[in-house]
């Protein structure tokens, strides 16, 4: 069992910044990778970014160069650094430990209750 624990988001104007944070419990010491999704209204649950245990990241097209994931192990924490925003990054966003094998990242089975991110224009 994982616990996860979103915080950070919040309702910003449009070019602002947010810092979201994700801190796990439990058997973590399984936890290959970490990704951060989101989700808005009526649209599917898309990655946004993943950062390996090995410290490798990966992100979608739509966030680079404004987003940054990092993890500080001995917190047990993984961030995600939200530069630049704009509307359409409004959703609810959720950390998953997951793994990440070739190119693709493969989610797991926990999720957390996510954090609202709103960006006004």
């Known amino acids: 069992q994982v616990q996860l624990v979103e915080s950070g988001g919040g309702l910003v104007q449009a070019g602002g910044s947010l810092r979201l944070s994700c801190a796990a419990s439990?058997?973590?010491?399984?936890?290959?990778?970490m990704g951060w999704y989101r989700q808005a209204p009526g649209k599917q649950r898309e990655l946004v970014a993943a950062?390996?245990?090995?410290?490798?990241?990966h992100y979608a097209d739509s966030v680079k160069g404004r987003f940054t994931i990092s993890r500080d192990n001995a917190k047990n924490t993984v961030y995600l650094q939200m530069n630049s925003l704009k509307p359409e990054d409004t959703a609810v966003y959720y950390c998953?430990?997951?793994?990440?094998?070739?190119?693709?990242?493969?989610?797991?089975?926990?999720w957390g209750q996510g954090t609202q991110v709103t960006v006004s224009s």
């Open positions: 998953n430990p997951g793994d990440y094998r070739g190119s693709c990242y493969y989610p797991g089975d926990y």
């Open positions: 439990g058997s973590i010491f399984s936890i290959n990778a």
């Open positions: 950062i390996t245990s090995g410290g490798s990241t």
